[in-house]
């Protein structure tokens, strides 16, 4: 099993995975942590945290007979992608840089589905089943006990040599492979940049964010109206939002993805409010297809960019715009477009 465990590297490596690590699957006291953080409500409309009873932390439930996780990371910041320049412009639109190419979820599950099979080939039999973000997995505690990285208090996983800016995945198996060392020292210190940096002050200490202040929760999970106090600090972000990461001093070192499919479609990472705010549903969902974007929905996509053009600078197109989308889809946009023209005319 040795052995195999070190062809396990280069075979990852010629996956385009730039890291794994294997773990056991007792994920006890993450569950405990898990389950405090659903009893104070954090996770807000997300029903979905609080299902499949203790499945997410007993892996073996997911998948029956497993015994090992192997943990994977790939690296995703396309080369040239902007991070702050982007954000200081209130007239371009914001999109959080894990989103604005391929969807990630079928490209790794693909290439850890053919890890899977090359690992079954050389230890027949072998049972596994790969997993992205697909399924009731803690991910970032398996990633982090396979020696992957560690909980930073943004609640990412960060890696001393790569930061913070890459997809997990992971692959459940009942094959007894040697279990690599736990990431257990956390190099953050008394750094507290990402939860100071936090536009909406979503962070409630170290580790442990409330989602229903955190702009990615209220621009992609929330399917209703964007609590008004905290429509303002959203700025431009329209999908998503990287603020806690682009804070983290790790970050420096973090590395440029080789994948073509993370390039960003349609100048995505350029594009200004006003020319996705033309955008029907058509053309949207033309343009999104097979990318993470498509997840919100056009309704939740247009209220995300009236609030960006509210917090644009005040303009005659801007505040023309926004009228002519009035009485166009329903009262939900309705809603966050008349704040927006308000907004536009306090300015």
């Keep these: 099993m040795q052995d195999l ?19 056991d699957i007792d994920l006890s006291q993450h569950g405990e942590r898990l389950q405090q953080w659903l009893k104070q409500g954090y996770h807000g409309e997300m029903s979905y945290m ?61 290439r850890l589905t053919q890890l899977g099979k090359r690992i079954q080939q050389a230890a027949e039999p072998m049972g596994f089943r790969a997993f992205v973000d697909s399924a009731p997995v803690l991910e970032r505690a398996l990633a982090t006990n396979a020696g992957l990285g560690w909980l930073g208090k943004n609640t990412m ?56 202040r955190c702009i990615s929760y209220l621009t992609i999970e929330l399917d209703g109206s964007i609590p008004e106090p905290l429509r303002a600090r959203i ?37 200004t409010l006003l020319e996705l705010f033309q955008w029907d549903e058509a053309t949207f969902l033309k343009k999104t297809e097979g990318m993470p974007i ?21 303009s005659l197109d801007v505040q023309a715009a926004l009228q002519q989308r009035l009485g166009t889809l329903d009262a939900l946009l309705d809603e966050h477009i008349e704040w927006a023209i308000k907004r536009q005319l306090s300015v």
Aim: proline share 6%; net charge neutral.
């Design 5 to 23: 465990r070190l062809q396990l590297d280069q075979w990852a490596t010629e996956a385009g995975f730039q890291q794994v690590g294997v773990t």
């Design 50 to 110: 609080a299902d499949h009873d203790d499945m997410r932390w007993r892996p073996d439930k997911l998948h029956p007979g497993s015994i090992r996780a192997i943990s994977v990371r790939m690296d995703y910041l396309a080369p040239g992608v902007e991070l702050v320049d982007a954000l200081s412009d209130p007239q371009r639109a914001y999109v959080s840089r894990y989103a604005l190419g391929r969807d990630y979820h079928k490209l790794m599950r693909k």
């Design 157 to 212: 996983l960060i890696n001393r040599q790569a930061g913070s800016y890459f997809f997990l995945g992971e692959i459940l198996t009942d094959l007894p492979l040697p279990i690599d060392a736990a990431y257990d020292k956390d190099h953050c210190g008394r750094c507290q940049s990402c939860l100071d940096i936090c536009p909406t002050q979503a962070f409630v200490g170290p580790h442990v964010l409330d989602a229903r």
């Design 235 to 271: 700025g431009n972000r329209i999908f998503g939002c990287d603020d806690c990461q682009i804070g983290c001093p790790w970050n420096r070192f973090s590395q440029t993805s080789t994948e073509t499919d993370f390039t960003p479609r349609h100048q995505l990472d350029k594009a």
């Design 294 to 314: 498509r997840r919100t929905g056009y309704r939740n996509w247009m209220r995300n960019i009236a609030v960006g053009l509210g917090n644009a600078p005040a």
